[in-house]
């Protein structure tokens, strides 16, 4: 499952190669990796999932899905895998997303229970350790179709004959509607939010208020 990065992760890496052009001759690379990279993928997967994030505080769980069911997410902007620590709780579901900030696109490499994964570690296991993007592959080859967390949102909505009258913001886009929700990637998931929770949009069937939120703020 592949979707599009905010257009604000340019401005990301416009700014990094520029460290890397100040200071060349130090070797550096200025990865943007770490936190940044692990507070994207939890709000892209939110966005994507339908997710409630729990906070910082919540250790080994990152979300809740809609069934109350718990999700850890893991977001990599290197490739090599996903850095898991031991933890009294363990969550659910896992979703592991590959950010590519260079060229704007990211994939859902994982999406399925999270005890698949973590079967690569030893029974004795301590500190923090990685898995190799290779053995989270073949995990998610090996996931049923009911075992995946379903997209909340329709992921052709960028490159589609959608086209959204409200100017895109690069640090998110307001509902044109409400004013409340921030959509990070615009207008993917505008289907879902008017049909069940926006409150600028009349009552009615989900599919009514999807007719009416897309006449009013998309045209064809």
């Known amino acids: 499952m592949q979707f599009d990065l905010p257009a604000a992760i340019h401005d990301l890496v416009v700014a990094r190669n520029k460290l890397r052009e100040t200071y060349r001759k130090t070797g550096l690379t200025f990865t ?22 729990e906070g910082r505080n919540a250790r ?8 109350d069911r718990t999700v850890q997410i893991k977001a990599t902007g290197t490739g090599r895998g996903a850095v898991f620590r031991p933890s009294e709780e363990r969550a659910a579901h896992l979703l592991v997303l590959d950010l590519d900030l260079e060229n704007l696109k990211g994939t859902v490499v994982y999406n ?41 949102v329709t992921l052709q909505a960028p490159s589609s004959n959608l086209t959204p009258i409200v100017p895109v913001n690069r640090q998110g886009t307001l509902c044109p509607a409400c004013n ?17 929770a926006c409150r600028g949009i009349a009552p009615g069937t989900p599919d009514q208020r999807k007719t009416e939120f897309k006449k009013l703020y998309l045209v064809s």
């Open 32 to 53: 943007l990796d770490g936190n940044l990279i692990g507070d994207l993928g939890e709000a892209i997967a939110a966005e994507l999932f339908d997710l409630r994030l």
């Open 60 to 67: 080994g769980i990152d979300a809740r899905d809609n069934r």
């Open 180 to 196: 409340e929700k921030n959509f990070i990637l615009w207008p993917v998931g505008w289907d879902a939010h008017a049909a069940y």
């Open 112 to 152: 399925g229970p999270e005890e698949k994964v973590l079967s690569y570690m030893s029974d004795d296991w301590r500190g923090q350790r990685l898995v190799p993007m290779s053995f989270i592959k073949m995990c998610d080859a090996d996931v049923n179709e009911e075992e995946r967390l379903k997209s909340a």
